[in-house]
């Protein structure tokens, strides 16, 4: 063969690598949950991927659960995701490394994506720059994002606490610090002992109160959590030990409460 045919093969091969990487999968997030103020976000035309670290999701639901005006963008061969509140505005590219928000330029670990069909984008960046603080937490291959707004109060003196009993399927209960005041934003899990990944999970509303559907699983439950508080500008992890840490069956529930020890906070 001449040496025109292997120069040929040659560039197809870097062609093919080429389009190989531009077309690289991402990976669903499938056990992650993210929650806002409490309450969780659904998803319904895709759900949350997860690219080199950094989580994507469907733009228009989250500028509209974070109290954006969301419109999308096609022209001049680009296409961008625009979301305004209050006179902020927060732009992103398709494909782009580079965003804006209030007329300043950041750079992206990771940009904005098309997903089948869906114009995705990195949810930290997007949450940081509307006005919320972004917390991450992982146990027992499941992963809670919680988007808490800046300068909300997270519950004053105790919670709203009506008298709560055990319900079959379900392990509910409150949050609070050693003062008795509403923790918002934990994240509680419901671990059983059998070989599953994806615990059912929660987090903490509020009023510091929480709430899992079980599943009808012949096995024993038993509930951790995961926190962060704020130190010197950056985020430490803690962890809330339930008040009764006993074993319990789906078909009788559970309360179990967290209390945050004092000197922590």
């Known amino acids: 063969m001449n040496k025109g045919f292997f120069r040929w093969m040659g560039a197809l091969g870097c062609a093919l690598a080429l389009l190989a990487f531009l077309q690289r999968p991402v990976d669903a997030a499938s056990t992650t949950a993210v929650y806002m103020n409490g309450v969780q976000l659904r998803f319904d035309s895709v759900q949350p991927v997860l690219e080199d670290g950094r989580l994507l999701v469907p733009f228009q639901t989250l500028f509209e659960a974070l109290g954006c005006q969301a419109k999308r963008v096609d022209a001049g061969g680009m296409r961008k995701v625009i979301g305004t509140k209050a006179g902020m505005t927060v732009e992103l590219t398709i494909d782009?490394?580079?965003?804006?928000?209030?007329?300043?330029?950041?750079?992206?670990?990771?940009?904005?994506?098309?997903?089948?069909?869906?114009?995705?984008?990195?949810?930290?960046?997007?949450?940081?720059?509307?006005?919320?603080?972004?917390?991450?937490?992982?146990?027992?291959?499941?992963?809670?994002?919680?988007l808490i707004e800046i300068g909300r109060p997270e519950g004053s003196g105790k919670p709203d606490q009506d008298i709560i009993k055990a319900e079959p399927n379900v392990v509910q209960g409150y949050a609070r610090d050693s003062q008795g005041k509403a923790l918002m934003g934990v994240s509680v899990y419901a671990e059983h002992q059998?070989?599953?990944?994806?615990?059912?999970?929660?987090?903490?509303?509020?009023?510091?109160?929480?709430?899992?559907?079980?599943?009808?699983?012949?096995?024993?439950?038993?509930?951790s959590s995961a926190y962060a508080i704020a130190l010197n500008g950056a985020e430490r992890p803690v962890s809330l030990k339930p008040d009764n840490d006993e074993a319990f069956e789906w078909k009788t529930g559970a309360v179990r409460d967290f209390t945050l020890e004092a000197g922590t906070r």
Do not use: Q
């Not at 580079?98 to 007329?103: H, I, K, L, P, V």
């Not at 997903?115 to 949450?127: D, S, Y």
């Open 96 to 146: 782009s490394r580079t965003a804006t928000a209030d007329g300043s330029s950041f750079d992206l670990d990771v940009p904005a994506r098309m997903i089948k069909g869906n114009a995705m984008v990195p949810l930290r960046f997007v949450a940081e720059h509307s006005g919320y603080r972004v917390h991450y937490a992982a146990a027992n291959g499941a992963a809670t994002v919680t």
């Open 194 to 223: 059998l070989a599953y990944t994806g615990y059912p999970s929660a987090v903490t509303d509020a009023n510091g109160y929480y709430r899992i559907e079980l599943p009808d699983l012949a096995t024993t439950w038993r509930v």
